[in-house]
Structure formats: structure tokens, C-alpha cells
């Protein structure tokens, strides 16, 4: 069975730091590109950042770029998203996926800017 | 960046009636391999989203087929043949063939 399991998430002060993780299982991680995706509370989705197969790649949303920084352990099967600079606009619930070729979501956690 | 405007952004639903969503893109959606990756996903209530629709009309493995997707260039649309109870949630189109990866607004189904 397919599983991505996010975790990592919390209150953070504005200002602060978090780093998120994805645990992969039931599928070959390393062969696959991922991604983070957000959600604000009753917002739509939005993307956040992409790392390709093996990590030669990294692209991200305007919105987080230069703060965030997405990396991938194969060795592990985990993704992470090291997240600095926190706003509270980036207050959200945060999914790792792979939306293009298999489709997988995990149950997301949630993070809270807030002072 | 590519704006994905979804119509209608409310759906209200009537049991076993078809229903369909429109996705229209602000640039084609072709990539340079041949490949349009339009997706559609559903999100029901208090779940993750789940992907409904790749490649324009490639349904997933355990998606009922009364969802059905078409469409090409700019124009997409996700039918549902007779919509059940089971399918109120909310649907969002994305594209993944330009960078940054873009979502349509998203469109709420409800039961009338």
C-alpha cells in the first residue's frame, strides 16, 4: 500500500523556522519527482515546490522563493521541505505529492504562523 | 504564469443528472513531449485530494466511469455522467506542463 506520511508541522512565531518531512513507503521514491502543496484555511490548493527524480532539479511558487528549500533523502524515502523566514500568510495545511504521474497525496499537516 | 480559470466555481448537483465542470487554460497546455497534463482531483470534505482524471481523459485506477475527462489545447472539461452523493466535495484542474505548476480556482458540487 501507497503511503506518504507528512509530519513536522506546528505553531511557528512569524519570523520562525520548520521543517517539514515526507515518509515514503509502498512505491520506488527515488524514481519519482515530488512535490509540496498547501492549503489555506478555505482556500483552494496551491503549489509550493518541486524537486525532480534524483534532486538535479528544484523549482518554486514566487511566494516562497529564497525562503523555503525542498531536498529529498532516497536513501531514506523522505521528502522534506526546510521552511525559514515563516509568514502568516503561509499558515496552512501542507500535502506532499506526486501529482503528475502517480497521483499520490499524503494527509498533510498543518502549520500555524502566529504570534 | 498559466491561469487555469474553472466555471462554474458552485455546482448545485441533482442525483443521477450529468453535471460537467469547464477548465480553461490562459496558454495551451501542450508540452514540448507531446503531452497534455491536465489532471483533474477531487477533494471531498475532511479528505486529502485525490486525482481523478491525467492526461486530459486517463482515468485512475478505482475512479468510477461516470467521471470522464476531454478536451485539448485550452479547453478541458470533467463530466459526470450521473453524479451520486458520494461525489459532492470540491474538484480542481492543475496543469503540470509549465512551470510553476498552476490549480484552477477550484468548483464546489453540492446536492440540490
Known amino acids: 500500500e501507497v503511503q506518504l506520511l507528512e509530519s513536522g508541522g506546528g505553531l511557528v512565531q512569524p519570523g520562525g523556522s520548520l521543517r517539514l518531512s515526507c515518509a515514503a513507503s509502498?512505491?520506488?521514491?527515488?524514481?519519482?519527482?515530488m512535490s509540496w502543496v498547501r492549503q489555506a484555511p478555505g482556500k483552494g490548493l496551491e503549489w509550493v515546490s518541486s524537486?525532480?527524480?534524483?534532486?538535479?532539479?528544484?523549482h518554486y511558487a514566487d511566494s516562497v522563493k529564497g525562503r523555503f528549500t525542498i531536498s529529498r533523502d532516497d536513501s531514506k524515502d523522505t521528502l522534506y521541505l526546510q521552511m525559514n523566514s515563516l509568514r502568516s500568510e503561509d499558515t496552512a495545511l501542507y500535502y506532499c505529492?506526486?501529482?503528475?504521474?502517480?497521483?499520490?497525496w499524503g494527509q498533510g499537516t498543518r502549520v500555524t504562523v502566529s504570534s | 504564469d498559466v491561469v487555469l480559470t474553472q466555471s462554474p466555481l458552485s455546482l448545485p448537483a441533482t442525483l443521477g443528472q450529468p453535471a460537467s465542470i469547464s477548465c480553461r487554460s490562459s496558454?495551451?497546455?501542450?508540452?514540448?513531449?507531446?503531452?497534455?497534463?491536465l489532471i483533474w482531483f477531487q477533494e471531498r470534505p475532511g479528505q486529502s485530494p485525490r486525482r481523478l482524471i491525467y492526461?486530459?481523459?486517463n482515468r485512475d485506477s478505482g475512479v468510477p466511469d461516470r467521471f470522464s475527462g476531454s478536451g485539448s489545447g485550452t479547453d478541458f472539461t470533467l463530466k459526470i455522467s450521473r453524479v451520486e452523493a458520494e461525489d459532492v466535495g470540491v474538484y480542481y484542474c492543475?496543469?503540470?506542463?509549465?512551470?510553476?505548476?498552476?490549480f484552477g480556482q477550484g468548483t464546489n458540487l453540492e446536492i440540490k
Open positions: 505529492a506526486n501529482m503528475v504521474t502517480t497521483g499520490y
Open positions: 524537486i525532480t527524480a534524483g534532486g538535479d532539479a528544484r
Open positions: 496558454q495551451s497546455l501542450v508540452h514540448r513531449d507531446g503531452n497534455t497534463y
Open positions: 492526461s486530459v481523459s
Open positions: 509502498g512505491f520506488t521514491f527515488s524514481r519519482y519527482a
Open positions: 492543475m496543469q503540470g506542463t509549465h512551470w510553476p505548476l498552476t
